[in-house]
Structures are given as C-alpha cells and as structure tokens.
C-alpha cells in the first residue's frame, strides 16, 4: 500500500502561481513514475503531467511552459509548481503513482480555485 497527501492548493487570482506538494509514505518515490492529475466541475479527470524515476517529465499542452513537475527523492516528494494561473486550471489537483502509464494510487486532492 501507498500514502499520498496533497498540499498547496487554494484560491489564487489568474496570473498568479501555487505550489503543490505531493509526500508519499515510506522511502519509494526513487523507483517509481508520479503524475499529477486534475479533475474540474463537469469533466473527467485529465493527466497534468508525469516524471520517470529518471526525472524525464511529460505535460499536457494546456499546462506545458506554464507549469514545471519536479521530486526530491529524499523527502518522498513531488512537486507541481503552477505559473501564470489560468480560470481553466480551477480544479482538484491529485497526484498518483504511475505504472504501466495509467495512474494507480491516488492522493486525496487539493483543491485549486483560480478567480478572475
């Protein structure tokens, strides 16, 4: 079994930028892929971005140059640092270990809220 926890998210004005934190249980982070994922009202949840145990990274075209993955093996983190908030990023933010290419364990989700 996994622990996630998310962190960071909150209310932001657009343009503006947050920082997510993803902190698994246990020392595993190194071995293994993580997303992050996001789900808004009305839709279906949608891959943000990825990052290989070699830190090779992917984004979607709606977040890629706004929005940088990143992990710190010895805290057992990954990060999602968001830039340049859109009204389209408003959403719950979810991080998830990736095997295979599809998500597995969830996190609990933090919510973003982006205001105009």
């Known amino acids: 079994q996994v622990q996630l926890v998310e962190s960071g998210g909150g209310l932001v004005q657009a343009g503006g930028s947050l920082r997510l934190s993803c902190t698994a249980s246990?020392?595993?982070?190194?071995?293994?892929?993580m997303g992050w994922y996001r789900q808004a009202p009305e839709k279906q949840r949608e891959l943000v971005a990825t990052?290989?145990?070699?830190?090779?990274?992917t984004y979607a075209d709606s977040v890629k140059d706004r929005f940088i993955i990143s992990r710190d093996n010895a805290k057992n983190t990954v990060y999602l640092q968001m830039n340049s908030l859109k009204l389209e990023d408003t959403a719950i933010y979810y991080c998830?270990?990736?095997?295979?290419?599809?998500?597995?364990?969830w996190g609990q989700g933090t919510q973003v809220t982006v205001s105009s």
């Open positions: 990052i290989s145990s070699a830190r090779s990274t």
């Open positions: 998830s270990v990736v095997r295979r290419g599809s998500p597995t364990y």
């Open positions: 246990g020392n595993i982070l190194r071995f293994i892929t």
